[in-house]
């Protein structure tokens, strides 16, 4: 019995292992979570520069940003098992595009920095 448990513990790793889609997800995740890793570091100092803030400001900007994150990851799950795939996607490119929009304008003051 134990032996055989191995064994199919073994045949399901080895399944997981080369399954392609599992794969890819799992190196997007972590190609994700790497970059999220350099950049918070990189915005408390960026933070500082361009707008003068001071840590407790810093902290607070990089703490909404994990709450909206928090917050978001349910709702992506979900819409993305009632939506089809190219659609979550387009979705997901305006969002990041109009994001990216807010914070070119940044210059004009600190509020389109929130709203990124």
């Known amino acids: 019995d134990d032996a055989?448990?191995?064994e199919s513990l073994l045949s399901?790793?080895?399944r997981l292992l080369t399954n392609h889609?599992?794969?890819a997800v799992s190196a997007s995740t972590l190609v994700i979570h790497a970059v999220?890793?350099?950049i918070k570091p990189i915005s408390q100092v960026?933070?500082?520069t361009e707008f003068g803030m001071s840590m407790v400001k810093r902290s607070f900007v990089i703490s909404?940003?994990?709450v909206a994150y928090f917050i978001a990851a349910p709702f992506s799950g979900w819409l993305s098992d009632r939506m089809p795939r190219s659609h979550l996607v387009a979705l997901s490119l305006v969002l990041m595009s109009g994001s990216s929009?807010?914070?070119a304008l940044r210059h004009l003051g600190l509020w389109a920095f929130y709203v990124c």
Do not use: E, M, N, Y
Request: hydrophobic fraction near 50%; charged fraction near 20%.
């Open 4 to 6: 055989q448990q191995k």
């Open 64 to 66: 909404i940003a994990t």
């Open 46 to 48: 960026v933070l500082d």
């Open 12 to 14: 399901s790793s080895r």
């Open 21 to 23: 889609d599992i794969l």
């Open 36 to 38: 999220v890793g350099v």
């Open 101 to 103: 929009l807010f914070f």
